[in-house]
């Protein structure tokens, strides 16, 4: 083999290893909500019997017909690829590492735990190497602990929403009670 072809073949074996070394630094930081199963399998059970769960699937034709006529959306289509509703029926759409569509992040679809409690990747790390870990430090590593002053539920909850007061009066929007019943929490297995 001559020096010219080794050059080259090194060089593109170098240029082959720097991006998997990027693309790994700039690795999805969403894990889905299956991973958080593994350690908050009441949490999961409860949030999986709300509509947030299966959200996604409200994007579909067919599906949710007289709230999306009144809403004066069209409910013969398909809005599982428009952006506007992805943004609150997917989890991380339009940010690093999050939904980006059905065929390459089909375990992002819905409004799943990191929807509310960001980005899993860093701070479960520090969940799995230290059962009694501080919360700080989790909160550090961006855990976000939902509050009714934030305002990350009404991003989607909000006036941008089809789906409000403005829409259907039977529709009201309030924190303690939706926390109560969309996600019933248990006391955690550590004081924190």
């Known amino acids: 083999?001559?020096?010219?072809?080794?050059?080259?073949?090194?060089?593109t074996f170098?240029?082959?290893?720097?991006?998997?070394?990027v693309a790994d630094v700039n690795a999805?930081?969403?894990?889905?909500?299956?991973k958080c199963k593994a350690c908050h399998i009441r949490q999961y059970k409860a949030w999986e019997k709300t509509s947030m769960s299966d959200s996604f699937e409200h994007l579909k034709a067919g599906s949710k017909e007289k709230e999306k006529k009144k809403a004066g959306l069209d409910p013969g289509k398909d809005y599982t690829a428009d952006p506007g509703c992805l943004i609150c029926h997917t989890t991380g759409y339009g940010?690093?590492?999050g939904f980006t569509n059905i065929?390459?992040?089909?375990?992002?679809?819905?409004?799943?735990?990191e929807s509310c409690h960001g980005p899993g990747g860093q701070y479960v790390k520090i969940m799995k190497k230290n059962k009694k870990y501080r919360i700080e430090d989790v909160r550090a590593s961006g855990l976000i602990i939902p509050s009714e002053?934030?305002?990350?539920?009404?991003?989607?909850h909000g006036s941008d929403s089809p789906f409000t007061e403005e829409i259907d009066a039977r529709y009201k929007w309030d924190f303690r009670d939706r926390l109560e019943r969309t996600h019933k929490h248990f006391p955690l297995k550590f004081k924190h």
Not at 104 to 113: F, I
Not at 149 to 156: A, L, S, Y
């Open 1 to 11: 083999m001559n020096k010219f072809f080794t050059d080259v073949l090194t060089a």
């Open 149 to 156: 002053d934030e305002k990350g539920c009404m991003e989607c």
């Open 28 to 34: 999805a930081d969403y894990i889905g909500a299956k």
């Open 103 to 113: 065929e390459e992040t089909p375990n992002l679809t819905g409004v799943q735990c």
């Open 14 to 21: 170098m240029a082959l290893i720097s991006v998997v070394i």
């Open 95 to 97: 940010k690093p590492g």
